[in-house]
């Protein structure tokens, strides 16, 4: 495949993302709506808080070793590129496992503490929780599957599988909430889905690469090691995005109840339009970083400052759309079961400007293995700011004063972020100040905009 044609097709798959993400944000809260009360919608929504972070978070190694194979088969070695794959399947899978387990220790400990929730019993919970833990094992399967499609050059394919499952998951709940209002029944359906999915995505990734799934002869231990810091930083990201978007959840859940949060939820909703315009950003930079040709730290400054600039005006304008039409979009996505708070979503959009802005510095540090530093001030900015929240909810706080930290944790992310990136590009702020007033700038958009209407 040429390159170009692979950018086309990248931003093909990735804007098909966004159309997938916006399916599954704003299609499925309506259908727990339109079949469950605001207190069941409220309690899935707690024990659903950590699953779908988890699993990412075990797949840290698929992640670096995925870097790191592409990088064995752009330099021909082939038999380096198994080993990679190999070694972070190994250890994807026991940290997986590992996590699925603590999950379900941690979750069934805490729950029935949790005041306010619809719960039938005790059964219940105990196995609902067994089957997100399955669910958290067979998601991390599938991202695992990755490496075989980034090494071939594949990776478009792989995003358009990943979006079908996706797709396929919004059904199983639909079928799942129509058909009943237990819990044990829609965690099973997730996780055979995903579990299926899961075989599919290893079938369609060995078509790609076979030489992959070959022992290369090369001790395991020698590839791990080096990858063992950045699958840790990789594992971090998900969980700080977890600790930032759940873990608010489940203090909000401790403090106003389940009928609250799901007003909280569905606003949160909405606000994350800004985030699927980072998730684009962000992808689209790193799965083709490896694949850049000739100067590559030119290409990758000239990005930097002009994705930078297109993502403060994006989200400004985003931000005002939302803060417009979001009394009556919230009326209509919960069927008038919650209302529209502006000030806990205009905090809510100020924290996702902050992700939007670090996009493209993490975007450029993650792709050169380069990014457990920042990572680790994101998590400790992050784990500060929900201790903040915790004790401003304890306090009887109002609403907007508890997700308020959430704009110290966002910082924590961009500064150091920022720093490191213009640090490994050899720029200074003043020299990036002078790049985004630049006149190259506008040049730089309108050849980004001619390539995406290529794409379509």
Not at 212 to 228: A, H, N, Q
Not at 426 to 441: D, K, W
């Amino acid at each position: 495949m040429s390159s170009q044609a692979r950018i086309r097709k990248g931003i093909a798959a990735h804007a098909s993302t966004l159309v997938t993400r916006i399916a599954v944000q704003f299609v499925t809260l309506p259908i727990f709506f339109a079949s469950w009360s605001a207190d069941r919608v409220g309690t899935w929504l707690v024990l659903f808080a950590v699953p779908a972070y988890v699993a990412i978070a075990a797949t840290g190694f698929a992640a670096a070793g995925g870097n790191s194979a592409l990088a064995a088969m752009q330099a021909g070695d082939k038999k380096q590129a198994a080993t990679d794959f190999h070694g972070s399947w190994i250890v994807t899978t026991i940290a997986t496992g590992v996590l699925a387990v603590l999950f379900f220790i941690g979750m069934a400990a805490i729950v029935p503490q949790m005041s306010g929730l619809d719960l039938v019993s005790a059964s219940e919970v105990t196995a609902t929780l067994a089957w997100l833990a399955l669910y958290i094992f067979a998601v991390s399967q599938t991202m695992i599957a990755e490496i075989p499609f980034r090494a071939a050059g594949n990776y478009p394919e792989y995003i358009a599988s990943f979006n079908a499952a996706s797709l396929v998951e919004i059904a199983v709940i639909a079928l799942s909430v129509v058909a009943s209002d237990s819990f044990i029944t829609l965690a099973m359906a997730l996780a055979l889905s995903r579990c299926a999915g899961a075989l599919l995505f290893f079938r369609l990734g060995k078509n790609y690469a076979p030489e992959l799934f070959r022992r290369s002869g090369k001790p395991l231990g020698e590839s791990i090691r080096p990858l063992v810091k950045p699958s840790l930083a990789f594992m971090l990201a998900p969980l700080i995005f977890g600790i930032n978007l759940q873990g608010f959840v489940l203090v909000l859940g401790l403090s106003v109840g389940a009928a609250a949060l799901a007003g909280f939820v569905a606003t949160r909703t909405l606000t994350r339009i800004i985030d699927l315009y980072t998730n684009f950003t962000y992808a689209s930079q790193f799965y083709e970083s490896g694949h850049f040709e000739g100067p590559k730290e030119d290409i990758q400054r000239r990005l930097l400052a002009t994705m930078t600039l297109i993502s403060l005006l994006a989200c400004v304008a985003l931000s005002v759309f939302l803060l417009g039409v979001g009394p009556g979009l919230q009326d209509l996505y919960t069927l008038g079961q919650t209302s529209f708070d502006p000030l806990v979503a205009a905090i809510l959009l100020a924290a996702a400007t902050l992700r939007a802005l670090a996009a493209s510095p993490t975007a450029i540090l993650a792709a050169a293995n380069l990014h457990s530093r920042y990572m680790t001030a994101y998590l400790a900015g992050s784990a500060i700011a929900l201790g903040l929240a915790l004790l401003l909810a304890r306090s009887g706080a109002s609403l907007p004063f508890v997700i308020l930290p959430l704009l110290l944790s966002e910082a924590s992310q961009l500064v150091p972020a920022m720093r490191d990136a213009m640090r490994v590009l050899a720029i200074t702020p003043a020299q990036f100040l002078r790049m985004l007033a630049s006149r190259q700038r506008l040049g730089d958009i309108r050849a980004l905009l001619n390539q995406l209407r290529r794409s379509r």
